[in-house]
Structure formats: C-alpha cells, structure tokens
C-alpha cells in the first residue's frame, strides 16, 4: 500500500510568483487536508477537498487555492507569494469523513520565499 | 473557535525516565483529541486518539494519555522513554468528527539523554 506522497520535497521561490505543490493520497482515501506549518509552530489547517469539493476552509486568504483531482490527487496552490508563506507545507489524506477516520500525512513540502 | 495549548516548548528527559506532555484544549463540544509525533525532517505520525469512551487511550510505541474532561486536558505519557523518542510532539483537537482537520498546539520538543 502505498503512502501519501508530496512533490516537490523542497523548493525556492520568488516574492509575487506562484507556487503549485501536489499530493497523491493513500489507494482508497478520497479526503485530502492541506495544512501550514511554520518554524516552531503547529500545523494550521489551510483546507481540505472531499471527493473533489473543498470541504471546510481555515483562516488563509483566496490567495490559497486547491483542486482535487478524480483520482482523489490533490494540488495546493499559492499566489503572489509572501516571505511568511515560507513554511513546511502538510498533505493529509483520510478514507471519508466518518467518527473515527484517522488521517495519514505526507513528509511534505518544504517551501522557501526569498 | 477550538484551540490547544502545549505549555512545555522543550523537555529534557533522561533515557528510562517517564514522560508526560501537557496538552489543555478549548472546544465548544465533545472533543476529538490526538497526539501526534514528527522527527526531523519527516511528517506528523498518529500516536494515539480519544473519540469517546474509556478515557485511558493506549496507543503506539508505548504511549498512553488520558482525558480529563474536568481539566479540559489530554497528557500524554510513557512510563519509560528510549532515545528513539527525541522529537516533537503535537497535541490536536478534531473539528466534529474528522480528523482530517484539526487545530493543532505549538508543539513540545523531547530531548532524551543518555
């Protein structure tokens, strides 16, 4: 069984350019969760996409956008970036939304805003 | 709006010693509790979760927590710690019943000496 996967694994970008970072989530998980996690901090949940509509949104600006795909793949994509978007970017996959549904995470993707 | 708190940024403890790390939550209904741990460089794996019931979980690698409802608390425990547990711990708290997502503490940083 394979796990969930993030590409890239690190990657340096530019202030105002965009960003797409992808998320194959576990055979059999159709729920993906994409959180933020900065230095010495948690992970903050940004949003998550439930048999391709998003499903419940945090605190992050339009600027953060995401699609999931039939194959229940995900992508998280940034917009005019900002130095504090620097941050471990988490993928989470899940198999539904039901009592009890434990979540698995992806080793994700390092994000660099200079 | 939910919240955690990790009082303890950084625990030093000694190998063979127990552990416990404090984690407070502020939820409006019957919360979803999880802790989870991150090595270095790695993603967030699932220690243990409370959903209902007994109020002792047991989960992997040894751990143990218990809600207290009273307390608005969920420590997590190990009676004796190995080297191998040296890494950062996540106390979370579930929105209903996913666990997809999650609002998440700060994070307490385990170092073991020898």
């Known amino acids: 069984e394979t796990g969930v996967t993030q590409s890239p694994t690190h990657l340096i970008k530019t202030r105002g350019q965009q960003v797409t970072l992808r998320c194959s989530s576990q055979s059999g998980h159709n729920t993906v969760s994409w959180y933020q996690q900065a230095l010495g901090q948690g992970p903050q949940f940004i949003f998550q996409?439930?048999?391709?509509?998003?499903?419940g949104r945090g605190n992050f600006p339009p600027r953060f956008s995401g699609l999931q795909f039939p194959n229940y793949s995900s992508e998280l994509n940034v917009n005019a970036l900002e130095l504090d978007d620097s941050a471990l970017y988490l993928c989470?996959?899940?198999?539904?939304?039901?009592?009890?549904?434990?979540?698995?995470f992806g080793q994700g993707t390092r994000l660099t805003v200079v | 709006a939910q919240s955690v708190t990790q009082p303890d940024i950084h625990i030093t403890v000694s190998e063979g010693a127990s552990l416990e790390l404090r984690c407070n939550y502020s939820?409006?209904?019957?919360?979803?509790l999880f802790w989870y741990v991150q090595s270095p460089g790695q993603g967030l794996q699932l220690l243990l979760k409370y959903f209902s019931g007994d109020t002792l979980v047991q989960g992997i690698k040894g751990f143990e927590a218990e809600f207290k409802r009273s307390q608005s608390s969920f420590n997590l425990r190990k009676p004796s710690v190995h080297w191998s547990d040296a890494a950062e711990y996540f106390c979370a708290v579930g929105f209903n019943t996913n666990a997809g997502k999650s609002t998440f503490g700060d994070g307490t940083t385990l170092t073991v000496k020898p």
């Open positions: 989470a996959s899940s198999p539904g939304q039901a009592t009890g549904t434990e979540a698995f």
């Open positions: 996409y439930y048999r391709e509509e998003e499903n």
């Open positions: 939820y409006g209904a019957t919360p979803y």
